[in-house]
C-alpha cells in the first residue's frame, strides 16, 4: 500500500501571509490540525505548515499575540515530506523518527498535492501496526 492511496488530497492551505485567526478557522472547518503554508493561494510551492501545537507553543506559551501574528511567524519548516508513492510503512517509519501526526503530501518538484494523517493510516492499516505508529509517535523521549 501506498501513501496515494490513503492520503487527503488538495488540502486547505494558506499563504505565508494569512494571519493565525484564519489559519484557526481553516483548521475549524476543515477539522483537521495541520495547514500547509504555500507561497501563494494559486500556489501549491509547499513553504511550510502551521499545526495547531505551533499555535499553541510558538505564540501562546511564548506570551505573542497570536491576532497579531501571521503564518509565517509560527510555521515549523523544513516539512517532513513523502511522496504519493511512498510506501505505508515507510510514512509509518518517517512520522515515528520525526514524532509527527501528519505527512505532507508532494510531487516531483516539491509542491504540495497531499496530506497524509496517523488516522489515515490508522483507517487503513492493520490494527497491530496503527496502534505501534499512534504509542511510537506519543512517545515523550523522542
Known sequence: MHVGQVMTSDPARCEP?????QV?????DCDCGLIPVTEASDSTQLLGVVTDRDIVVRMVAAGRNPMEATAADCMS????TVTRDTPIEDAIQLMES???RR?????????????????DI???ADDQRAAEVV?????PDH
Request: glycine letters at 2%.
Open 17 to 21: 501571509t494569512t494571519n493565525l485567526q
Open 24 to 28: 484557526a478557522k481553516l483548521m475549524q
Open 77 to 80: 519548516q523544513p516539512v517532513t
Open 98 to 100: 520525526h514524532q509527527v
Open 103 to 119: 505527512l505532507a503530501v508532494v510531487d516531483d518538484r516539491d509542491h504540495l498535492v497531499g496530506i497524509v494523517a496517523q488516522a
Open 122 to 124: 490508522a483507517l487503513k
Open 135 to 139: 504509542r511510537e509517535v506519543s512517545r
